[in-house]
């Protein structure tokens, strides 16, 4: 089974130079060696209860880690070398009207984590996401990034808004839960002016 990555011009992420180093962890691409190690909070059921998907096991786990554009898309926070989360960081094009598209391919990115909960409330989340977003503007220069959840899930939006992220939008029931049904969804966005805006103030 590979473990290649797509070409630089379809993984924007391979312009990075991995890893990266905050105060208390390291962040870096995922490797499908790390399949064991992240199953080990994602097949815990409070964890996968909001998750886009549920993994029969951690066979059907590594099969899905394996595709490329998972591969391409999914970073691990280590402390002291052991997994502690993994990131999902997507660049993507914005809406354009077509006279004007070329001009939104590849300016913003979706941001999604899932973190071990014997390891919650220490700040690993918002610390490798605050990471993420610098990367994002400063690194990538790209313009917004966006986060989506269940909006019952307030543990991920609470920690949108510790990022400084705006809520944008409220769907009422659009959600389909696989045990709870039709539920609402919720979003946020952080724009780069805002994340700079930000940096100032906090360094003034």
Do not use: K
Request: aromatic letters at 8%; proline letters at 3%; one cysteine or more.
């Amino acid at each position: 089974m590979t473990t290649e990555l797509p070409s630089a011009t379809t993984d924007p992420l391979s312009a990075v130079c991995w890893p990266l180093a905050t105060e208390r962890l390291t962040l870096r691409r995922v490797t499908l060696q790390d399949a064991e190690a992240m199953w080990r909070y994602r097949g815990l059921p409070e964890v996968s209860h909001w998750l886009t998907f549920r993994p029969r096991d951690l066979d059907d786990w590594r099969l899905l880690l394996a595709a490329p554009d998972r591969l391409a898309t999914t970073l691990v926070a280590e402390r002291d070398g052991r997994v502690v989360g993994d990131f999902y960081l997507r660049v993507e094009d914005a809406w354009a009207q077509r006279e004007v598209a070329e001009r939104a391919r590849g300016v913003q990115a979706e941001l999604g984590w899932v973190l071990d909960p014997d390891l919650g409330g220490r700040g690993y989340a918002t610390e490798a996401c605050r990471a993420l977003l610098r990367l994002c503007f400063e690194e990538l220069r790209l313009r917004r990034v966006v986060a989506n959840a269940f909006a019952d899930n307030e543990a991920s939006w609470r920690l949108m808004e510790r990022l400084g992220m705006r809520r944008e939008q409220y769907t009422v029931r659009e959600s389909l839960h696989r045990e709870l049904g039709w539920i609402d969804g919720i979003s946020y966005a952080l724009l780069a002016d805002e994340w700079a805006a930000a940096r100032r103030a906090s360094s003034s």
